[in-house]
C-alpha cells in the first residue's frame, strides 16, 4: 500500500545549527505536500506547502525541497531556536481531499 | 479572530458511554475533517465532510458518528462501541483541495 514515511523519528540539533527533516512517500500520483509542526499538547501547525510542479519553496527560516525523481520531500528549517522544538509531519494528498501523515521526527533543540 | 475551535480541552468517558466532541470553524472553510492521534503516531482520518448535510467515513470510522447540519459546525460522536477510545482529537477544515488547518485537540480518557 501507499505510505508516506519519516527517515528519523527523533533529531537533535544544537540552537543556532541548520536542521533538515527527512521525509519519503511512495505515491507518484501525490500532487500535493505540506509539512506541520506540533507542539506538545497542542493541534499541528501548518509551516509550508509544495505542489509536485515545483522543486524548492522558501518561507521565513524554513525551506522544503521536493525530490519526485526519488519520491523524497525534506524540511530545512535555518538557524535553529528553542522554540523549533516539536514534532514534525509531512502530509501527502493523492488528490482526493485527504491527507495521509507520516509517524512524524522530533526535534529538539539544544541549548 | 478566525480559526478553529474545539471543546472541551479534556474529556473523560464512563464505560457504555457515548460522548460528543464539539468543533466550531469561523473561517467559511467547506471541508471538515476528524482525526486521531495515539501516543508518538500520526494522525488517523477518522470522518471528513466537504459539504453540509454529507460526510464520507476515513480510514477507522468504526465506533464513531458524526453530523454535518452547518458548514460551521463538525461533532464527533465516540460510541460505546468504540472500546479503545483514549486518545488525542484533532478536528481540522480546508476549504476545497487546499491546506488543512488545525484546532487546538481535545483529549480523551477513559475512567
Known amino acids: 500500500g501507499e505510505s508516506v514515511g519519516l527517515h528519523l523519528p527523533t533529531l537533535s540539533v544544537q540552537e543556532g545549527d541548520n536542521s533538515i527533516i527527512n521525509c519519503a512517500y511512495s505515491?507518484?500520483?501525490?500532487?500535493?505536500f505540506i509539512w506541520y509542526k506540533q507542539e506538545s499538547g497542542k493541534g499541528p501547525q501548518f509551516i509550508i506547502d509544495?505542489?509536485?510542479?515545483?522543486d524548492k519553496r522558501q518561507g521565513q527560516r524554513v525551506t522544503v525541497l521536493l525530490n519526485k525523481t526519488v519520491k523524497h520531500l525534506s524540511l530545512q528549517i535555518a538557524a535553529t531556536q528553542p522554540g523549533d522544538s516539536a514534532v514534525y509531519f509531512c502530509?501527502?494528498?493523492?488528490?482526493?481531499?485527504?491527507?495521509?501523515f507520516g509517524t512524524g521526527t522530533r526535534l529538539t533543540i539544544i541549548p | 479572530d478566525g480559526g478553529i475551535t474545539q471543546s472541551p480541552k479534556y474529556l473523560f468517558r464512563k464505560e457504555g458511554q457515548n460522548v460528543t466532541l464539539s468543533c466550531e470553524q469561523n473561517l467559511n472553510h467547506d471541508a471538515m475533517y476528524w482525526y486521531r492521534q495515539d501516543p508518538g503516531q500520526g494522525l488517523r482520518l477518522i470522518y471528513y465532510?466537504?459539504?453540509?448535510?454529507?460526510?464520507q467515513k476515513g480510514d477507522i470510522a468504526e465506533g464513531y458518528s458524526v453530523s454535518r447540519e452547518k458548514k460551521e459546525s463538525f461533532p464527533l460522536t465516540v460510541t460505546s462501541a468504540q472500546k479503545n477510545p483514549t486518545a488525542f482529537y484533532l478536528c481540522?477544515?480546508?476549504?476545497?483541495?487546499?491546506?488543512?488547518?488545525f484546532g487546538p485537540g481535545t483529549r480523551l480518557l477513559v475512567l
Open positions: 505515491n507518484s500520483a501525490s500532487d500535493y
Open positions: 509544495i505542489r509536485s510542479n515545483m
Open positions: 481540522a477544515s480546508s476549504m476545497s483541495q487546499e491546506t488543512q488547518y
Open positions: 502530509a501527502e494528498d493523492f488528490g482526493n481531499e485527504k491527507l495521509t
Open positions: 465532510s466537504q459539504i453540509v448535510n454529507d460526510f
